[in-house]
């Protein structure tokens, strides 16, 4: 079984439940804005035919069915690594023996996240450009003369939501919710005016359609999946926000209200277009009567495309922090927003983000063209977890092959048809996630492999402390007074830095903490097992302070509870700070990938410096400089 998060997570209730429709559902919940349109009327889409409308409408509504409501909901959130969901998250969950490797190697296991969590930040420069976009391209159903605004109120309101992260999603979640039920309670409606008025339309509800759908179209018709998908693509932004709400209050959100309400529009906009061929192309606002009435819709879809997206912003934030604490990437100025772990803020994610938005705006220019460039990134990050997640299930909660197999078929076979057919529109757009998957994938290949051999090279050059207490009367006969700590990343033996700080000024403190942050595989630590002391002797202590995945180490605030388990009369402003600063060079060593090393060494050049990032005071810090060629 998977380990409860109802430890971990904030408090049930009206106010978390109304949080999670604000942040967690947006992505998915303004897909009927154009999954529809696209599968009856773009360049992968068939034509509005009875049967095709029929056919299309089930497929979207048991995909939804399938990949949300079960996959997701029943039984991925409840691989929840003590409260946080994601993919990262759940490779903390794989075994140890399945994940690690020797320095300089990497698991398959971790290459597949890798892959996955790289194309989820492809998916988070698309959502908010396309969802954003397809809302504001309501103006011109309502009048082509409104059309050359489009563009520009688009790149205005993504402007203005990436500038609103810095209030953090708790806020966000609590300004977006009501927007955003208002939101489902009005397309719920719609959706039941024009089922009324159709009632046939009902009959979509019956898979028999969907399998019809293939028996007439054949292969062929598999390349609407590309365009079915744009109805499911929120649900691992889902996954990965778990942790910002809990597991509870989005099932009840999604189940209560989200759910139903994408249902009746879907099946409204299908009735729609049974009654009318030609609203195939603009289905979304074929629901309401006239051009002032649409004028109302995109008044109430703008703001529903703005919190659409701040799912996936959301997402990469959770995945980033997890990503720096599991050492998949380069540390990064990481901002906590509130009272829970999950509400964070990454200015240059955020920022990079948005300018990437705006680009595609402005180089798209229409939803449509957008639309062949998403889907490939998200199927893509699905079929991963559904991989990693039969890793967990089988190899750390012990179930049985047939069981664990048979899940995994009936994931996989679902993602690997998404993802297949998506693959048809990869020269039509389809490259565009990819490529910025790939780059971020090596950025993350690089710096897992390069820490990994830096580490290695800390164990190597680490002496053991028998030598060096046996020569420290004749290095420093005279020891200064006062209270030095040394980080070091390898909490054995004597780091490099203090032996040649030693070496180099014949000077030590009398007594000394070596200090070592490791970062465990769960969100958060228990703060009664946090910090661990072992006198070495000669005024010599080790200090191991353990943080989770979801926290942000700061070294100060703990060095206080370490100086009294030590039992050293020094206070935290008292104390002098010895940190090596790791200057890494291209050279002929050969240890590592002659393409990844001048990445890893520019990645590690331009990382948030050590001292910033564990909070040090910067007036305490003594830096040795230690050049590594891999």
């Not at 897909?31 to 497929?59: D, I, K, W």
Request: glycine share 10%; hydrophobic share 50%; aromatic share 8%.
């Amino acid at each position: 079984m998977s380990r409860s998060a109802s430890e971990h997570q904030p408090p049930n209730g009206l106010a978390l439940v109304v949080g999670a429709v604000g942040v967690v559902f947006g992505d998915i919940d303004t897909s009927p804005l154009y999954a529809l349109q696209e599968c009856l009327s773009g360049p992968h889409g068939f034509a509005p035919t009875p049967g095709n409308v029929l056919g299309v409408t089930s497929l979207i509504f048991w995909s939804v069915t399938f990949v949300v409501t079960i996959k997701y909901l029943l039984f991925l959130m409840r691989a929840d690594n003590r409260g946080e969901g994601g993919i990262m998250a759940l490779l903390a969950l794989v075994p140890r023996r399945l994940r690690s490797r020797d320095p300089g190697r990497i698991s398959a296991v971790a290459v597949l996240v890798i892959g996955g969590a790289a194309l989820l930040y492809g998916d988070g420069v698309i959502t908010p450009a396309i969802s954003v976009l397809s809302a504001i391209e309501g103006l011109e159903v309502a009048s082509p003369a409104l059309e050359p605004y489009v563009v520009p109120l688009t790149v205005a309101i993504l402007a203005g939501l990436f500038a609103l992260q810095s209030h953090g999603t708790g806020r966000i979640g609590r300004l977006f919710g009501p927007i955003m039920i208002v939101w489902f309670v009005t397309i719920a409606v719609l959706g039941v005016r024009a089922i009324v008025g159709a009632p046939g339309v009902l009959l979509a509800l019956s898979p028999a359609h969907a399998v019809r759908f293939f028996a007439d179209h054949g292969l062929h018709g598999a390349r609407v999946l590309g365009s079915v998908v744009l109805a499911v693509t929120g649900g691992e932004a889902l996954y990965a926000d778990m942790g910002h709400f809990g597991r509870r209050p989005i099932r009840i959100a999604w189940l209560a209200l989200v759910y139903p309400a994408l249902v009746l529009c879907y099946l409204g906009q299908a009735a729609t277009v049974l009654a009318d061929p030609e609203a195939a192309s603009r289905a979304f606002y074929s629901l309401v009567p006239s051009a002032g009435w649409t004028v109302a819709l995109v008044a109430l879809a703008a703001p529903a495309t703005i919190i659409a997206s701040q799912a996936l912003i959301s997402g990469v934030f959770s995945l980033t922090h997890q990503a720096i604490q599991m050492g998949f990437f380069p540390r990064l100025t990481v901002r906590h927003t509130g009272q829970a772990a999950g509400e964070i803020y990454v200015p240059l994610v955020n920022w990079t983000l948005a300018g990437a938005c705006i680009a595609l705006v402005l180089i798209f220019q229409a939803s449509s063209r957008l639309a062949a460039a998403y889907g490939l990134a998200v199927s893509g990050t699905m079929l991963v977890t559904s991989i990693v997640y039969y890793l967990v299930v089988r190899h750390a909660w012990g179930w049985s092959r047939l069981k664990a197999g048979t899940l995994l078929v009936l994931f996989a076979s679902v993602d690997l048809a998404f993802l297949l057919a998506n693959g048809l529109k990869f020269l039509d757009g389809g490259y565009l996630p990819f490529a910025i998957g790939l780059v971020v994938a090596v950025m993350m290949l690089s710096w897992r492999i390069g820490r990994s051999l830096v580490a290695a090279a800390a164990a190597a050059s680490s002496r053991p402390v028998e030598d060096f207490l046996a020569r420290l009367p004749s290095l420093t006969p005279q020891r200064l007074p006062g209270t030095s700590v040394c980080l070091t990343s390898w909490g054995e033996g004597i780091p490099e830095v203090l032996v040649l700080a030693v070496e180099r000024l014949r000077a030590l403190h009398q007594s000394v903490v070596l200090f070592t942050v490791e970062t465990e595989q769960v969100p958060v630590v228990d703060p009664a097992e946090r910090v661990t002391v072992e006198p070495l002797g000669q005024g010599l202590h080790r200090a191991v302070v353990r943080w989770g995945f979801r926290e942000t180490p700061n070294v100060p605030a703990v060095l206080e509870e370490v100086l009294g388990k030590a039992a050293l009369p020094a206070r935290p402003g008292e104390v002098a700070y010895l940190v090596g600063r790791k200057s890494i060079v291209s050279g002929p060593r050969g240890q590592m990938n002659r393409v990844l090393e001048p990445i890893f060494a520019f990645l590690a050049r331009n990382a948030r410096n050590p001292i910033d990032y564990f909070d040090l005071p910067v007036t305490q810090v003594v830096e040795v400089g230690i050049r590594l060629d891999l």
